[in-house]
């Protein structure tokens, strides 16, 4: 059976979800979707805490599927704008555990985790595939891809 390791770059998921189709990500048909058939080595979710109930329930939901959830402190800095990507995490991660599986899952629109994928197929040899909002993913990173998985239709919530 396929091993798999899950990262989830949760910040970007949720706004491209939002931006382009109004909806939420449904993070148990993500699961289900990216482990169907296979065995799961590692499964990650990053995430920026800004301390609410309604946040804490979320990450136990996330955490209730399967994953572990990583935070990292949302920061507001003094001229309004804020910070709290974890791209430098994620992709520690993804050189640390990429040994540890035949593919990576990669949840991320970002065009900086292409390099990553590169990087992961050429060290690693192991297939990468990108779960990403069609319209807000960025080309460099869908043809980095091994894969790329469009996030719409049943891989949302609620209804369009």
Do not use: C
Request: proline fraction near 2%; charged fraction near 25%.
């Amino acid at each position: 059976m396929q091993t798999v390791l899950i990262l989830l770059d949760v910040q970007n998921l949720y706004y491209t979800s939002r931006q382009a189709h109004r909806r939420n990500v449904d993070y148990n048909a993500l699961w289900a979707r990216a482990t169907k058939g296979r065995q799961v080595s590692r499964a990650i979710a990053y995430a920026v805490d800004r301390g609410d109930e309604k946040q804490r329930q979320f990450q136990n939901i996330l955490r209730a599927i399967g994953f572990e959830v990583k935070l990292k402190p949302f920061i507001q800095r003094a001229d309004g704008s804020a910070k709290g990507d974890w791209d430098v995490g994620i992709t520690l991660d993804a050189i640390e555990h990429a040994g540890e599986a035949d593919l990576v899952v990669l949840a991320s629109g970002d065009g900086d985790f292409a390099l990553l994928v590169d990087k992961l197929h050429d060290k690693f040899g192991v297939e990468v595939e990108v779960f990403g909002v069609p319209a807000l993913t960025a080309d460099a990173l869908i043809r980095s891809a091994s894969r790329f998985i469009p996030i719409e239709g049943g891989l949302l919530l609620g209804q369009a």
